[in-house]
């Protein structure tokens, strides 16, 4: 079945939970479509699962747009969200709602995620106006992590929990259709998910969430270089991903790849007239 921002809000008053999945290239993103996944999200995180950088902060528009569209092209039935990278919304309205529109109309997504409480809800409300749903974010929100001092769980004391639930408030009335929050004790995370008529798509934020999400990297246990306490690992796709590069890495050397299988034949009388 096709999801859509309705499918979102109506999961949300019939109590069903929501299902997010990370993915950055059509290979990905047609598998996660076809297991029946409710969204994909294009993330910035793609900044350091893909292209190895240390934050997100150096993803642009540019490497946005173009692995948005590689997840749409994958794509059948899950709502894909862009997520809008670093500096794309925060300068202006104007670069807010240009770069939103940007991937609805060069990338085909149906909707774009952006990062931040109150403080980005004039750019949540510009760009809802111009007709493109928008999924807030708060909680550990990565490109602020020069604010935050490392990526931590936020809302651990009293003002900050307070001010995350008031900061889900105005970005529900805002417009958006539904909030990321990531990186929050649980039982503040329930608090927040029953605060908003919107859905709440949580990671490292508990069960109370209306949904989750993960980096599939993460849950498939490719990427190593860390790994967050709440993330599960649902299958050791990098072990069997070694094993079959070391395979292959064998079998070239020792000769047994390719067997005539995998080779294409040709006539022996066109390779006797050949000389
Ligand atoms: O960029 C991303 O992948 C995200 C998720 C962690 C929610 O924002």
Redesign the pocket.
């Given at each position: 079945m096709k999801n859509s921002v309705s499918t979102f809000m109506s999961a949300k008053k019939s109590g069903i939970k929501l299902t997010m999945l990370?993915a950055y290239d059509y290979s990905m993103a047609k598998i996660i479509d076809e297991c029946g996944v409710n969204g994909i999200?294009v993330?910035?995180?793609l900044g350091m699962v893909c292209l190895g950088y240390k934050d997100?902060l150096s993803v642009t528009m540019d490497d946005m747009l173009h692995h948005t569209k590689a997840v749409v092209r994958g794509t059948k039935n899950a709502l894909v969200v862009g997520?809008m990278p670093f500096m794309s919304y925060q300068a202006s309205l104007y670069d807010a709602v240009k770069n939103a529109g940007r991937f609805l109309q060069e990338a085909g997504a149906s909707a774009i995620?952006l990062e931040g409480g109150a403080v980005v809800c004039p750019q949540i409300k510009a760009i809802v106006a111009a007709q493109i749903p928008v999924m807030g974010?708060i909680g550990l929100t990565?490109q602020s992590v020069n604010m935050f001092g490392g990526f931590k769980v936020q809302g651990k004391n009293n003002v900050d929990a307070k001010k995350l639930i008031e900061d889900a408030k105005k970005i529900e009335d805002a417009g958006a259709f539904a909030i990321?929050l990531?990186c929050i004790p649980a039982k503040l995370a329930e608090l927040i998910s029953k605060a908003v008529t919107i859905p709440t798509i949580g990671?490292g934020a508990g069960g109370g969430c209306d949904g989750q999400?993960l980096?599939y990297q993460d849950m498939l246990n490719m990427f190593q270089d860390f790994k967050p306490k709440f993330v599960k690992s649902f299958a050791n796709v990098g072990d069997l991903m070694r094993s079959g590069f070391k395979a292959y890495i064998k079998e070239v050397t020792d000769g047994t790849f390719p067997a005539n299988e995998h080779c294409f034949k040709i006539d022996d009388e066109i390779l006797k007239n050949l000389y």
């Open positions: 990370t999200l993330g910035d995180s997100t997520d995620k974010h990565p990321t990531e990671i999400i980096v």
